[in-house]
Structures are given as C-alpha cells and as structure tokens.
C-alpha cells in the first residue's frame, strides 16, 4: 500500500531530527562535562520528546 503524502512528510521530519541528533553529537566531545549535565537536563525537560511521539504513533487496539 502506498503512503500518503502526509506520512512522507513526516518521515522527512523524521530525518531531520535523525540528522539534528547526528550533529548534537558531532558537538558533544567539545563542550566541558557541566555544560553537557545542562543539555542533557535541557533535552529531557523538552515536550514533546521522542517517547512521546512514538507512543502517539503506535498502533491502537
């Protein structure tokens, strides 16, 4: 079955954050270890986040 064109587009979304996440991690080794506690705290307290997402594009019974 084909996809449609809203379900590409966000598998393009997808990519680009795969991509973001790719460069945040190029970056990582340059920051200093408390500078990194603070992304980190930064990216967990994002809404909404990954586990968020894919829970709303699970299959519902």
Known sequence: MPLSG???RIMNLVDDAATTMRR???LVPLIPPEERKRVSEYLKASEPNA???QAALA???
């Open 6 to 8: 809203e379900a590409i």
């Open 24 to 26: 945040i991690l190029t």
């Open 51 to 53: 586990e968020q997402v």
């Open 59 to 61: 299959p519902t019974k």
